[in-house]
């Protein structure tokens, strides 16, 4: 099945790209390899999730807002290669959660974000991961989620 027809049948579709917000490109092609700049809870243009995880939001929250980071990294990889199913391979997966002190759950909140890609593109979308907690995110997201991808 395809994988835009997939997200479809997940009940998911992928939001329109925001624009990048700073000095740089939101995707950089190299060779078979696609990098995703951080990408964030966006949608209709605005960020859909403003807060800390283990404070404004919970674990189920943060999950969700990763789902969504993940769909507006899909919408740029469609963007940059026109199809979703020239993606070949997820490789690595960096999610960074603004996370208040003592909050250990990091791992749990980039699962929304790795489950998708695994249902997704089934093995193909399996990927080694960090999941980072940090500070702050800007604009006071609580995820933001940068992929490497190898395409074709």
Same mark, same amino acid.
Not at 20 to 32: F, Q
Not at 42 to 63: F, H, M, N, S, W
Not at 94 to 120: A, H, K
């Given at each position: 099945?395809?994988?835009?027809?997939?997200?479809?049948?997940?009940?998911?579709? %992928?939001?329109? /790209?925001?624009? $990048?917000? +700073?000095?740089?490109? @939101?995707?950089? &092609?190299?060779?078979?390899? =696609?990098? !995703?700049?951080?990408?964030?809870?966006?949608?209709?243009?605005?960020?859909?999730?403003?807060?800390?995880?283990?404070?404004?939001?919970?674990?189920?929250?943060?999950?969700?807002?990763?789902?969504?980071?993940?769909?507006?990294? %899909?919408?740029? /990889?469609?963007? $940059?290669? +026109?199809?979703?199913? @020239?993606?070949? &391979?997820?490789?690595?997966? =960096?999610? !960074?959660?603004?996370?208040?002190?003592?909050?250990?759950?990091?791992?749990?909140?980039?699962?929304?974000?790795?489950?998708?890609?695994?249902?997704?593109?089934?093995?193909?979308?399996?990927?080694?991961?960090?999941?980072?907690?940090?500070?702050?995110?800007?604009?006071?997201?609580?995820?933001?989620?940068?992929?490497?991808?190898?395409?074709?």
């Amino acid at each position: 099945m395809k994988a835009e027809a997939k997200l479809k049948e997940m009940g998911l579709e %992928l939001p329109a /790209v925001s624009p $990048a917000v +700073g000095s740089y490109v @939101r995707s950089v &092609r190299s060779g078979n390899m =696609l990098f !995703l700049a951080g990408h964030g809870p966006y949608r209709d243009g605005k960020c859909a999730y403003i807060g800390k995880l283990g404070q404004e939001y919970g674990v189920p929250e943060g999950y969700e807002a990763s789902k969504l980071v993940a769909l507006n990294c %899909l919408a740029t /990889v469609k963007e $940059a290669l +026109g199809d979703l199913d @020239r993606v070949r &391979r997820v490789v690595k997966v =960096l999610g !960074l959660v603004s996370s208040s002190p003592g909050f250990v759950e990091q791992p749990q909140v980039i699962n929304g974000c790795s489950d998708l890609l695994v249902e997704l593109y089934g093995e193909a979308g399996r990927h080694a991961r960090a999941a980072i907690g940090v500070a702050e995110l800007p604009g006071g997201m609580p995820v933001e989620i940068e992929m490497v991808l190898e395409v074709e």
